[in-house]
Protein backbone atom coordinates (compact mmCIF):
# COMPACT_ATOMS: atom_id res chain seq x y z
CA UNK A 1 0.00 0.00 0.00
CA UNK A 2 1.19 3.50 -0.97
CA UNK A 3 2.53 5.67 1.67
CA UNK A 4 0.66 9.38 0.95
CA UNK A 5 3.94 10.84 2.37
CA UNK A 6 5.44 9.18 -0.09
CA UNK A 7 3.29 10.03 -2.56
CA UNK A 8 3.32 13.52 -2.10
CA UNK A 9 6.58 13.90 -1.73
CA UNK A 10 6.94 13.11 -6.34
CA UNK A 11 6.52 16.36 -7.29
CA UNK A 12 9.17 17.97 -5.30
CA UNK A 13 12.08 17.09 -7.43
CA UNK A 14 10.88 18.94 -10.78
CA UNK A 15 9.23 21.80 -9.07
CA UNK A 16 12.67 22.59 -7.60
CA UNK A 17 14.39 21.33 -11.17
CA UNK A 18 11.59 24.14 -12.66
CA UNK A 19 12.77 26.71 -9.88
CA UNK A 20 16.55 26.46 -10.25
CA UNK A 21 15.95 26.82 -14.01
CA UNK A 22 14.03 29.64 -13.51
CA UNK A 23 16.70 31.34 -11.17
CA UNK A 24 19.22 30.81 -13.22
CA UNK A 25 17.17 32.28 -16.43
CA UNK A 26 16.59 35.35 -14.69
CA UNK A 27 20.65 35.64 -13.55
CA UNK A 28 21.08 35.29 -17.43
CA UNK A 29 18.72 37.77 -18.60
CA UNK A 30 20.04 40.33 -15.67
CA UNK A 31 23.66 39.91 -16.77
CA UNK A 32 22.94 40.57 -20.66
CA UNK A 33 20.39 43.37 -19.83
CA UNK A 34 23.73 44.72 -17.53
CA UNK A 35 26.60 44.20 -19.74
CA UNK A 36 24.29 45.51 -22.99
CA UNK A 37 23.74 48.84 -21.21
CA UNK A 38 27.14 48.99 -20.27
CA UNK A 39 28.36 48.73 -23.57
CA UNK A 40 25.75 51.01 -25.11
CA UNK A 41 26.30 53.70 -22.76
CA UNK A 42 30.14 53.23 -23.69
CA UNK A 43 29.80 52.85 -27.45
CA UNK A 44 29.35 56.68 -28.40
CA UNK A 45 33.11 56.95 -27.23
CA UNK A 46 34.19 54.67 -29.47
CA UNK A 47 33.49 56.32 -32.73
CA UNK A 48 36.40 58.13 -32.46
CA UNK A 49 38.82 55.78 -34.18
CA UNK A 50 38.51 53.07 -36.61
CA UNK A 51 39.08 49.71 -34.68
CA UNK A 52 37.26 50.59 -31.79
CA UNK A 53 34.21 51.56 -33.38
CA UNK A 54 33.87 48.53 -35.45
CA UNK A 55 34.16 46.21 -32.06
CA UNK A 56 31.91 48.77 -30.38
CA UNK A 57 29.39 47.74 -33.67
CA UNK A 58 29.65 44.22 -33.49
CA UNK A 59 28.51 44.34 -29.43
CA UNK A 60 25.56 46.28 -30.72
CA UNK A 61 24.67 44.22 -33.31
CA UNK A 62 24.84 41.15 -31.21
CA UNK A 63 22.27 42.76 -28.68
CA UNK A 64 19.84 43.75 -31.09
CA UNK A 65 20.01 40.46 -32.62
CA UNK A 66 19.25 38.88 -29.22
CA UNK A 67 16.77 41.02 -28.82
CA UNK A 68 15.47 39.94 -32.47
CA UNK A 69 15.84 36.20 -31.36
CA UNK A 70 13.60 36.43 -28.23
CA UNK A 71 11.08 38.54 -29.96
CA UNK A 72 10.57 36.11 -32.81
CA UNK A 73 11.74 32.77 -32.37
CA UNK A 74 10.63 32.00 -28.24
CA UNK A 75 7.97 29.76 -28.48
CA UNK A 76 4.47 31.79 -27.50
CA UNK A 77 2.29 34.40 -29.19
CA UNK A 78 4.54 37.47 -31.06
CA UNK A 79 1.81 40.16 -30.00
CA UNK A 80 2.46 39.30 -26.15
CA UNK A 81 6.42 39.52 -26.79
CA UNK A 82 6.07 42.70 -29.14
CA UNK A 83 6.07 45.49 -26.64
CA UNK A 84 8.60 44.05 -24.49
CA UNK A 85 10.80 43.16 -27.69
CA UNK A 86 9.98 47.29 -28.57
CA UNK A 87 10.71 48.16 -24.64
CA UNK A 88 14.62 46.57 -24.63
CA UNK A 89 15.24 48.64 -28.20
CA UNK A 90 13.81 51.72 -26.51
CA UNK A 91 16.04 51.24 -23.69
CA UNK A 92 19.33 50.32 -25.41
CA UNK A 93 18.45 53.79 -27.02
CA UNK A 94 18.33 55.19 -24.42
CA UNK A 95 21.47 54.23 -22.63
CA UNK A 96 23.31 55.12 -26.46
CA UNK A 97 21.69 58.93 -25.50
CA UNK A 98 23.25 58.92 -22.04
CA UNK A 99 26.50 58.02 -23.20
CA UNK A 100 26.11 60.39 -26.23
CA UNK A 101 25.18 63.46 -23.36
CA UNK A 102 27.98 62.19 -20.96
CA UNK A 103 30.44 62.21 -23.94
CA UNK A 104 29.47 65.88 -25.52
CA UNK A 105 28.72 67.51 -22.13
CA UNK A 106 25.34 68.17 -23.05
CA UNK A 107 22.00 66.41 -25.14
CA UNK A 108 22.17 66.40 -28.69
CA UNK A 109 19.29 66.46 -30.34
CA UNK A 110 20.77 65.31 -34.00
CA UNK A 111 22.96 62.60 -32.95
CA UNK A 112 20.82 60.93 -30.22
CA UNK A 113 18.17 61.00 -33.03
CA UNK A 114 19.94 59.86 -35.47
CA UNK A 115 21.13 57.05 -33.41
CA UNK A 116 17.33 55.85 -33.13
CA UNK A 117 17.44 55.34 -36.89
CA UNK A 118 20.23 53.61 -36.94
CA UNK A 119 18.87 50.99 -34.21
CA UNK A 120 15.90 50.75 -36.20
CA UNK A 121 17.24 50.19 -39.40
CA UNK A 122 19.56 47.65 -37.60
CA UNK A 123 16.58 46.40 -35.69
CA UNK A 124 14.24 45.67 -39.05
CA UNK A 125 16.98 43.57 -40.88
CA UNK A 126 17.60 41.07 -37.79
CA UNK A 127 13.87 41.14 -36.71
CA UNK A 128 12.51 40.61 -40.31
CA UNK A 129 14.75 37.43 -41.58
CA UNK A 130 14.08 35.74 -38.42
CA UNK A 131 10.17 36.46 -38.59
CA UNK A 132 10.17 35.04 -42.14
CA UNK A 133 12.28 32.04 -40.80
CA UNK A 134 9.98 31.78 -37.69
CA UNK A 135 6.57 32.15 -40.19
CA UNK A 136 7.86 29.70 -43.13
CA UNK A 137 9.70 27.24 -41.92
CA UNK A 138 7.83 27.59 -38.26
CA UNK A 139 11.17 27.52 -36.13
CA UNK A 140 10.89 28.43 -32.57
CA UNK A 141 13.01 28.17 -29.40
CA UNK A 142 11.32 25.88 -26.89
CA UNK A 143 11.95 24.47 -23.26
CA UNK A 144 11.90 20.57 -22.71
CA UNK A 145 9.69 20.33 -20.08
CA UNK A 146 6.08 19.58 -19.78
CA UNK A 147 5.70 23.14 -18.12
CA UNK A 148 6.94 24.87 -21.17
CA UNK A 149 4.12 22.93 -23.37
CA UNK A 150 1.58 23.76 -21.44
CA UNK A 151 1.84 26.85 -20.77
CA UNK A 152 2.24 27.22 -24.79
CA UNK A 153 -1.33 26.67 -24.83
CA UNK A 154 -1.65 28.72 -21.55
CA UNK A 155 -3.76 32.77 -22.68
CA UNK A 156 -4.55 33.49 -19.39
CA UNK A 157 -1.34 35.72 -18.26
CA UNK A 158 -1.77 37.32 -22.44
CA UNK A 159 -3.90 40.19 -21.61
CA UNK A 160 -1.45 40.61 -18.07
CA UNK A 161 1.69 40.70 -20.17
CA UNK A 162 0.61 42.85 -22.93
CA UNK A 163 -0.81 45.69 -20.84
CA UNK A 164 2.65 45.14 -18.34
CA UNK A 165 4.77 45.82 -21.85
CA UNK A 166 2.54 48.41 -23.31
CA UNK A 167 2.66 50.18 -20.08
CA UNK A 168 6.59 50.08 -19.45
CA UNK A 169 7.31 50.91 -23.16
CA UNK A 170 5.12 53.84 -22.73
CA UNK A 171 7.39 55.07 -19.33
CA UNK A 172 10.49 54.05 -21.31
CA UNK A 173 9.59 56.46 -24.33
CA UNK A 174 8.73 58.86 -21.49
CA UNK A 175 12.06 58.98 -20.20
CA UNK A 176 13.47 59.28 -23.96
CA UNK A 177 11.64 62.12 -24.65
CA UNK A 178 12.54 64.05 -21.39
CA UNK A 179 16.36 63.07 -22.33
CA UNK A 180 15.72 65.42 -25.42
CA UNK A 181 16.35 68.73 -25.07
CA UNK A 182 12.96 71.01 -26.52
CA UNK A 183 14.42 71.76 -30.27
CA UNK A 184 12.45 71.52 -33.28
CA UNK A 185 14.50 69.38 -35.66
CA UNK A 186 13.59 67.79 -39.11
CA UNK A 187 13.56 64.76 -40.43
CA UNK A 188 16.22 65.58 -43.23
CA UNK A 189 18.45 66.80 -40.33
CA UNK A 190 18.33 63.47 -38.32
CA UNK A 191 18.46 61.58 -41.66
CA UNK A 192 21.92 63.64 -42.53
CA UNK A 193 23.11 62.64 -39.03
CA UNK A 194 22.37 59.23 -39.14
CA UNK A 195 24.52 58.91 -42.55
CA UNK A 196 21.67 56.85 -44.34
CA UNK A 197 20.95 59.89 -46.69
CA UNK A 198 24.46 59.44 -48.21
CA UNK A 199 24.56 56.91 -50.65
CA UNK A 200 28.33 54.91 -49.33
CA UNK A 201 27.07 54.82 -45.78
CA UNK A 202 24.34 53.52 -46.58
CA UNK A 203 25.70 50.81 -49.03
CA UNK A 204 28.60 50.10 -46.25
CA UNK A 205 25.42 49.31 -43.74
CA UNK A 206 23.57 47.48 -45.92
CA UNK A 207 26.34 44.97 -46.84
CA UNK A 208 27.71 45.13 -43.07
CA UNK A 209 23.94 43.86 -42.33
CA UNK A 210 23.91 41.27 -44.41
CA UNK A 211 27.37 39.92 -43.89
CA UNK A 212 26.55 39.85 -39.81
CA UNK A 213 22.97 38.20 -40.78
CA UNK A 214 24.90 35.59 -42.75
CA UNK A 215 27.10 35.40 -39.67
CA UNK A 216 25.10 35.29 -36.78
CA UNK A 217 22.48 32.81 -38.17
CA UNK A 218 24.68 29.55 -37.91
CA UNK A 219 25.57 30.47 -34.48
CA UNK A 220 21.85 29.55 -33.60
CA UNK A 221 21.79 26.71 -35.22
CA UNK A 222 24.90 25.47 -33.80
CA UNK A 223 24.24 26.31 -30.05
CA UNK A 224 20.31 25.35 -30.05
CA UNK A 225 19.97 22.88 -32.58
CA UNK A 226 22.64 20.86 -33.58
CA UNK A 227 23.93 17.61 -31.43
CA UNK A 228 25.71 18.16 -28.43
CA UNK A 229 28.78 16.16 -29.36
CA UNK A 230 29.00 18.19 -32.35
CA UNK A 231 29.08 21.63 -31.80
CA UNK A 232 32.82 22.22 -30.67
CA UNK A 233 33.55 21.01 -34.34
CA UNK A 234 31.08 22.81 -35.79
CA UNK A 235 32.25 26.00 -33.69
CA UNK A 236 35.83 25.63 -35.24
CA UNK A 237 34.16 25.21 -38.76
CA UNK A 238 32.33 28.91 -38.05
CA UNK A 239 35.51 30.44 -37.21
CA UNK A 240 37.18 29.82 -40.37
CA UNK A 241 33.46 30.65 -42.29
CA UNK A 242 33.53 33.85 -40.52
CA UNK A 243 37.15 34.92 -41.20
CA UNK A 244 36.14 34.03 -45.23
CA UNK A 245 32.66 36.44 -45.14
CA UNK A 246 34.79 38.74 -43.23
CA UNK A 247 37.20 38.67 -46.18
CA UNK A 248 34.59 38.82 -48.81
CA UNK A 249 32.96 41.27 -47.51
CA UNK A 250 35.89 43.55 -47.27
CA UNK A 251 36.54 42.99 -51.10
CA UNK A 252 32.98 43.91 -51.93
CA UNK A 253 33.26 47.06 -50.00
CA UNK A 254 36.93 48.23 -51.67
CA UNK A 255 35.54 46.97 -54.82
CA UNK A 256 32.50 49.27 -54.70
CA UNK A 257 33.59 52.20 -52.65
CA UNK A 258 37.17 51.90 -53.05
CA UNK A 259 40.15 52.39 -50.09
CA UNK A 260 38.89 53.94 -47.24
CA UNK A 261 42.72 55.74 -46.69
CA UNK A 262 45.09 56.03 -43.74
CA UNK A 263 43.17 53.92 -41.42
CA UNK A 264 42.22 51.16 -44.09
CA UNK A 265 44.54 48.70 -41.63
CA UNK A 266 42.75 49.34 -38.62
CA UNK A 267 38.99 49.46 -40.17
CA UNK A 268 39.38 46.24 -42.01
CA UNK A 269 41.02 43.91 -38.52
CA UNK A 270 38.78 45.30 -36.69
CA UNK A 271 35.76 44.48 -38.84
CA UNK A 272 36.97 40.82 -38.82
CA UNK A 273 37.22 40.98 -35.09
CA UNK A 274 34.23 42.36 -35.06
CA UNK A 275 31.95 39.40 -36.48
CA UNK A 276 33.98 37.50 -34.52
CA UNK A 277 32.75 39.07 -31.34
CA UNK A 278 29.42 38.62 -33.00
CA UNK A 279 29.51 35.49 -33.50
CA UNK A 280 31.15 35.00 -30.11
CA UNK A 281 28.29 37.01 -27.99
CA UNK A 282 25.60 35.17 -29.62
CA UNK A 283 27.21 31.32 -29.45
CA UNK A 284 27.63 32.31 -25.49
CA UNK A 285 24.36 33.10 -24.84
CA UNK A 286 22.35 30.75 -26.93
CA UNK A 287 24.60 27.87 -25.05
CA UNK A 288 23.50 29.40 -22.12
CA UNK A 289 19.76 28.98 -23.08
CA UNK A 290 21.15 25.18 -24.14
CA UNK A 291 22.29 25.08 -20.40
CA UNK A 292 19.04 25.80 -19.20
CA UNK A 293 16.94 22.86 -21.46
CA UNK A 294 16.33 25.37 -24.41
CA UNK A 295 16.51 23.75 -28.14
CA UNK A 296 15.27 24.88 -31.27
CA UNK A 297 13.17 23.06 -33.31
CA UNK A 298 10.50 22.60 -36.07
CA UNK A 299 6.77 22.88 -34.28
CA UNK A 300 4.15 20.92 -36.38
CA UNK A 301 1.69 23.38 -38.14
CA UNK A 302 -1.61 24.17 -36.78
CA UNK A 303 -3.74 21.40 -39.26
CA UNK A 304 -0.93 18.19 -37.72
CA UNK A 305 -1.07 19.48 -33.94
CA UNK A 306 -4.86 19.30 -34.18
CA UNK A 307 -4.68 16.46 -35.96
CA UNK A 308 -2.05 14.62 -33.39
CA UNK A 309 -4.48 15.96 -30.60
CA UNK A 310 -7.38 14.43 -31.87
CA UNK A 311 -5.34 11.16 -31.98
CA UNK A 312 -4.09 11.29 -28.73
CA UNK A 313 -7.34 11.85 -27.45
CA UNK A 314 -9.24 9.07 -29.46
CA UNK A 315 -6.34 6.84 -27.77
CA UNK A 316 -7.25 8.35 -24.23
CA UNK A 317 -11.36 7.70 -24.89
CA UNK A 318 -10.43 3.58 -25.62
CA UNK A 319 -11.17 1.64 -22.77
CA UNK A 320 -9.31 -0.52 -20.70
CA UNK A 321 -9.97 -4.21 -21.10
CA UNK A 322 -9.11 -5.21 -18.00
CA UNK A 323 -11.60 -2.18 -16.31
CA UNK A 324 -14.63 -3.58 -18.18
Known amino acids: MNDPANADEGPVPSRTLNCNRRTRLVILIGVCCVGFFIADVATPTCFKDAFPAMLALGVVTAQLTVICVWGTLVRGTFWIRLPWTLLLLVLSWCAFAWGITLENGKPDTESMLGTAVLLMFGFVTSFVPLKIAAMCFRWQIVQDSADDQNAG ?51 AITIYGIVSLLVKLPCIWISLGEKAEKIKSKIGLWVVYCLVLAIFEIGLLTALLGSPGSQSQELFAGMIISH ?4 AIMLGVCLALRGLGYQLERSLSRKAEHKSEDESNATTSVPDPESV
Open 276 to 279: QIMG
Open 153 to 203: RDSRYAIRDIMIGTLLLALSMGIGRAMLPDEDISFTRVLHASGLDNAEPLI
